[in-house]
C-alpha cells in the first residue's frame, strides 16, 4: 500500500504538494513532517510528526511506524539563507539527503523524490535555453550542494538500483505559504505589496530575467514524474523543466495592469549577483519527451491567479 512521508511539509513546496497528494491519495495515505509546525491545513487534515532529517534514528522510527513506501524530501537551505550559513547549509542539504537515499538503498523504502534546482547552473553555463546536459560550475553553496546530490542521486540509481527521481525546480510563486529565503522570493513578495497598496522595492534590478513557475504547474510535475512508468524516468540526476521567464518590470508591469497606482523601485543586494549567476530561460525537451512534462501558466494566468487569491 501506497505511504507517503512528505519531508519539509512547513514550507513554500511541501504545504502544497501535501495537500495535493492528499486529494489524489487519501488523507491517511500521506504523513506530513517538518522540524518546524504546519500550517493548520496540514495538522487538520492528516498526520504530522515534528521530525529533524538530520537525526537518521528518528527518521527510521517515523517510516517504520508508518510503514512508509515513498519520501519526499524538501527540507532544505535555500539559497539566500544558505549563503549566510554555508557549513550548515551543506550539512543539511547533504546529509538529509544521504539518510533518505540510504533507506532506499537498504530497501526499507521503495521511491524517492529530491528537488534540484536551476541554481546548479553558474556563469559559465549557456544562459538562454539551458539545456539538460551542458556546462556546470556553480558559484553559491546551495547550487554546489545540488550539483553534489544530483550526482549523488545518480549514483545511488547506478550502483544500488535506487528509484530516486528528480527536478531542477526554478523560481516558483505561490500565495499558500510563504517563500523560504531564495533568490526568486522577489517574484511572491511583490503580490503582497500590489495587494497592500504598497510601494515594492525590488532586491534585484529591473532587467533580471530568471526561470520562473506556478507552484499549481510545479506541483503536477512533481507527482507526473513520481507515477511515471519506471521505464520512462531515464534521467536520474535531475530533469529541468520550464515554465516562463520574466524580469522585475515584466512582472510589475502585469501587476500594474490590475493595481494603476502601484509602484517600484530597485535596491539589488547581495541576491543580485546570485541570480547572475543563472540561467534566463530553460530547455525541457528531455523532460516532455520521457514524461509528458508541459506547463500551462504564463505570466497573465498566473499575475491573475495570485491577485485574486492572495488575502492582506
Ligand atoms: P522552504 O524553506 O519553504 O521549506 C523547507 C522546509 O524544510 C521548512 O518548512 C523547514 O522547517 C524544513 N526543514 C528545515 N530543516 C529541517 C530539518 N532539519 N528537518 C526537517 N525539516 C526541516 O523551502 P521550499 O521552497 O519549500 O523548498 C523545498 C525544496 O525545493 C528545497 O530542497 C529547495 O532547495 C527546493 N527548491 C525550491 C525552490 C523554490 O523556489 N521554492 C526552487 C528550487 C528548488
Known amino acids: 500500500m501506497k505511504k507517503v512521508l512528505v519531508i519539509g511539509s512547513a514550507g513554500q513546496i511541501g504545504t502544497e504538494l501535501v495537500l495535493t497528494l492528499r486529494e489524489k491519495f487519501g488523507n491517511?495515505?500521506?504523513?506530513a513532517a517538518d522540524i518546524k509546525e504546519p500550517a493548520a491545513v496540514i495538522l487538520e487534515s492528516g498526520a504530522f510528526e515534528k521530525l529533524d532529517i538530520l537525526n537518521k534514528e528518528a527518521l527510521l522510527a517515523v517510516v517504520t511506524k508508518h510503514k512508509i513506501t515513498e519520501i519526499y524530501l524538501l527540507a532544505a537551505l535555500l539559497s539566500a539563507t544558505a549563503e549566510a550559513n554555508p557549513k550548515f547549509a551543506w550539512q543539511l542539504n547533504m546529509e538529509g539527503l544521504f539518510n533518505v537515499l540510504d533507506l532506499a538503498k537498504d530497501k526499507i523504502i521503495e521511491k524517492v523524490f529530491w528537488p534540484s534546482s536551476i541554481a546548479v547552473f553558474g556563469p559559465t553555463t549557456p544562459k538562454l535555453n539551458t539545456p539538460q546536459v551542458t556546462t556546470m560550475e556553480p558559484t553559491t553553496v546551495y547550487g554546489i550542494s545540488k550539483q553534489a546530490g544530483e550526482r549523488w542521486c545518480e549514483y545511488y540509481h547506478d550502483k544500488y538500483g535506487v528509484d530516486v527521481r528528480s527536478i531542477r525546480y526554478p523560481g516558483l510563486i505561490?500565495?499558500?505559504?510563504?517563500?523560504?529565503?531564495?533568490?526568486?522570493?522577489?517574484?511572491?513578495?511583490?503580490?503582497?505589496?500590489?495587494?497592500?497598496?504598497?510601494?515594492?522595492t525590488c532586491f534585484l534590478s529591473e532587467e533580471t530575467a530568471l526561470p520562473m513557475m506556478y507552484m499549481e504547474d510545479a506541483i503536477r510535475a512533481t507527482i507526473d514524474l513520481m507515477e511515471a512508468p519506471v521505464e520512462n524516468v531515464k534521467v536520474r540526476s535531475s530533469y529541468n523543466i520550464a515554465g516562463l521567464t520574466f524580469t522585475p518590470a515584466e512582472i510589475f508591469e502585469a501587476i500594474k495592469a490590475h493595481v494603476p497606482n502601484f509602484k517600484i523601485n530597485y535596491q539589488p543586494d547581495f541576491r543580485q549577483d546570485i541570480a547572475n549567476s543563472w540561467p534566463s530561460s530553460i530547455d525541457d525537451r528531455v523532460a516532455k519527451a520521457d514524461w509528458g512534462w508541459d506547463s500551462k501558466y504564463d505570466l497573465e494566468k498566473m499575475t491573475q491567479v495570485m491577485l485574486d487569491n492572495i488575502s492582506v
Open 28 to 31: 491517511e495515505a500521506i504523513i
Open 174 to 200: 505561490s500565495y499558500t505559504s510563504l517563500p523560504g529565503g531564495g533568490t526568486t522570493d522577489y517574484a511572491v513578495d511583490i503580490f503582497y505589496s500590489a495587494k497592500k497598496q504598497e510601494d515594492f
